[in-house]
């Protein structure tokens, strides 16, 4: 256990369906995160909290919708997806943004197969 | 602009061999961050050490070590005797200020294989 804490584990939904990814940490951090790892690639930033805003959104397609209702939750709704969206999603947390002496704590991830 | 380099997509070693993973980075800025994470098959990315810019000691922990040149822009990665359980996704990523807050860029990691 990292502290980081994602659920589901594993998610397959169809095109059309509307599901959430829930993020869950404890360890006292201001700011969450959330990444997309897809095969072959490098690890993509999607969205940036701090203090419960949002700081950052790297150009990520509406059909995902991140909710951070205070600094220890983050959700990430989902709706629409196309099948090149199938990836993993992992969650992180830190102190403060980028440069935490300990880095960022990852959660294992939500391995999403959309069909 | 930012960039992590991580040249070797895979690699296999077999167990009590020595390894090392490469990771050369770019950027314009004096003052900046580097990391490298462990990704086992569990998923999750775990924390392995943070290098700031202006430290250029080697580091060694247990039978990790890290060598950091400035002068190459590269920030490597060596395990000594190497184990089954060091096979994961390696990634070395790099954070540096852009427009008031840390950006933080990862590399497409390596794969180790410790065969038995």
């Known amino acids: ?115 | 602009a930012q960039k992590v380099t991580q040249a070797q997509t895979e690699i296999s070693v077999v167990e009590k061999e020595d390894v090392t993973l490469d990771c050369v980075y770019e950027t314009r800025d004096t003052t900046y961050y580097l990391f490298w994470y462990k990704q086992p098959p569990s998923g999750e990315l775990v924390f392995l050490i943070r290098r700031n810019s202006f430290d250029e000691q080697n580091e060694i922990s247990g039978r990790y070590s890290w060598n950091f040149q400035k002068s190459t822009s590269s920030f490597n990665f060596t395990i000594t005797a190497s184990q089954v359980v060091d096979s994961a996704v390696y990634f070395c990523a790099l954070s540096e200020m852009t427009s008031g807050t840390y950006k933080y860029i990862f590399g497409t990691g390596t794969r180790l294989k410790v065969l038995a």
Do not use: I
Not at chain 1, 5 to 31: D, F, I, W, Y
Not at chain 1, 65 to 88: K, V
């Open chain 1, 1 to 115: 256990e990292t502290g980081v804490t994602q659920t589901p584990r594993h998610l397959v939904m169809g095109m059309t369906n509307k599901k959430s990814l829930k993020c869950e940490q404890h360890l006292g951090h201001n700011a969450m995160y959330w990444y997309k790892q897809s095969a072959k690639k490098p690890l993509e930033l999607m969205f940036v909290y701090n203090f419960k805003e949002q700081t950052e959104n790297n150009s990520v397609p509406s059909r995902f919708s991140p909710e951070c209702p205070n600094s220890s939750h983050l959700f990430l709704h989902l709706h629409t997806l196309q099948p090149e969206d199938s990836a993993l999603y992992l969650c992180a947390s830190s102190f403060t943004p980028g440069q935490d002496l300990y880095g960022y704590t990852f959660g294992s991830g939500t391995r999403l197969t959309v069909v």
